[in-house]
């Protein structure tokens, strides 16, 4: 579920039980055990080779940071999640990874969203950038307690 009003995301209740709302571009609250408050945003950017850029503004990039470019000629979306550069146990790996590809599928216009690389997940279809963010950006708010220390933090 997405509603664009309170931004709030719930990918289905059995791979995603912890629901986070908060008006957008103000604070994130976790539910369910998450970190607490996160004041972040997410904006549109310029970047080379991408016809339309999404990133995340955050204090804790290696931890929290996720940006989405659109590319026109392979039909999706490029969807880079940081932490996953750093997280590569088990079971929090297969964790994040489960609830990752919930989240971008749960964003209205999404149809698929298949792993590129490590870090990074495409996805098909015709949902907003932004939106892709800040799916995303709920799922890895809510682990970050559990992250931070792969990622050096």
Known sequence: MFVDSDRTWQADRDSCPREVTAPKGRCWETGGGGSGLVIDDVRQVQTEGADESWERETSEPDVRGVGADRIDFAGGWNVTVAVMEFVQEDPLESELRRRVAAALLSVDGAESA????????????????????????????????????????
Do not use: C, I, N
């Not at 996805?123 to 950006?137: C, F």
């Open 114 to 153: 298949g792993e590129m690389d490590r870090e990074v997940w495409f996805v098909t279809g015709t949902p907003s950038g932004e939106a892709l963010v800040w799916a995303v950006a709920a799922v890895v708010d809510d682990l970050a307690d559990q992250t931070r220390a792969y990622a050096g933090g």
